[in-house]
């Protein structure tokens, strides 16, 4: 255990599996900053941090976390930056952490496609091993009506651009964003993106409203009514009865998710449909994760 010698401007956000890994904030805030849902940095403004800046806080943690194995690289999407400006900030890292395994940061479809594939190549040598990316839906009705910005299109096109690059990715689906009209489209839809895209992590999170539904409805264009747990959970079904991979890990377990799921798709694909079957058939509050229970 360690204190940094220098404050994060918060707040800070970061993937549950980087809950170890050493952060620098590269970029304040998200890029885009509009999607209906997130509410994440809407308190800043996006701006990104000058090179020196940062330069100077991993000359003050190198000394103090020498050993550090995994770096995440913050806020929102520090992958809009320029590929000259991440391979010199890569690089920098490499030679001031000789233990390093990997690199990793939240990015949005379009900052992948601005890029070539020659400098993902390079990225990727450099280090940059893992994209975070909220793909939300493979829907384009919802992803329009919650102003993502991208479409199945723009996500296949950027993540197999990845992945062909290389990079591995960890992709997010947004349980309930449809709310009752848009639920059945919005699982078929997605499953098949993530068909196509074959990520090497894929999980769950679940509508959250921290500013109440009419704020949501507010920002959401569309008609939205939203799914009770037992609906979000026939959602989820759906969703991973559709899914055909071949060696996803799959994840259920950040905090907005009702019911915790793990395993490897396919090969566990049967189990987790069978987990959700058995709690459809009988229902139980106390299966359910009691502080997100908002009634069945
Ligand atoms: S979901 Fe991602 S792209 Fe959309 S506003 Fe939030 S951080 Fe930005």
Known sequence: MFYLPFSYDEPLFR????????IFQLTIGCSWNKCAFCEMYTSKNFKVRKEAEVYAEIDQAKDLANDTRKIFLADGNAFVLSSDKLIRILNKLNQSFPRLARISAYASSRDILSKTNEELVQLRNA??????VGIESGDDELLKMADKGETYNSTEEALLKARNAGIKLSVMILIGLGGKHFSNQHSINSAKLINSIQPE??????LSLPHGINHFKKRFNGEFVQLSSYELIEELGLFLQELNLVSTVFRS????????LKGILD??????????????QNPQEDKLRPEWSRGL
């Open 15 to 22: 993937p549950p599996s980087e809950a170890y890994s050493l």
């Open 127 to 132: 280090g940059l091993k893992l994209l975070y």
């Open 201 to 206: 992590y894929l999980s769950t999170l679940v």
């Open 253 to 260: 377990d950040h905090a907005s998710n009702y019911l915790v």
């Open 267 to 280: 090969r566990d694909n049967e189990i987790l449909v069978n987990r959700i079957n058995d709690f459809l």
